[in-house]
Nanobody, 122 residues
Framework: QVQLVESGGGLVQAGGSLRLSCTAS????????VGWFRQAPGKEREFVAT????????YYADSVKGRFTISRDNAKNTVYLDMNSLKPEDTAVYYC???????????????WGQGTQVTVSS
């Protein structure tokens, strides 16, 4: 079993930056792909970014491309999401997810965290 805990969310003004962290416990997830997703009130959970376990492949949603960067430090069992030039429409609960076999934008990852709130004020 892999337990995922997100941190780093908060309130930020439009144009600001935040760094989210996703830390695994229970077992190493160094051979898992890890994705970030978000869900705004009244909307479906949507894909944000994902990274392979080696970090050699990255994939972003068009809405965040050029503003968000996903990275990972397997020695620390942590995946990061650096978010810059934040917009009010980025406001959502952000979730990380891990899977040993799947890499992509669908919400089919095996393991999910509880989420961290990101609020961007205008």
């Amino acid at each position: 079993q892999v337990q995922l805990v997100e941190s780093g969310g908060g309130l930020v003004q439009a144009g600001g930056s935040l760094r989210l962290s996703c830390t695994a416990s229970g077992r190493s997830f160094s051979n898992y792909a890890v994705g970030w997703f978000r869900q705004a009130p009244g909307k479906e959970r949507e894909f944000v970014a994902t990274i392979t376990w080696t970090g050699d492949r990255l994939y972003y949603a068009d809405s965040v491309k050029g503003r968000f960067t996903i990275s990972r430090d397997n020695a620390k069992n942590t995946v990061y999401l650096d978010m810059n030039s934040l917009k009010p429409e980025d406001t959502a609960v952000y979730y990380c997810a891990a899977d040993p076999a799947y890499f992509g934008a669908k919400t089919v990852y095996d393991y999910w965290g509880q989420g961290t709130q990101v609020t961007v004020s205008s």
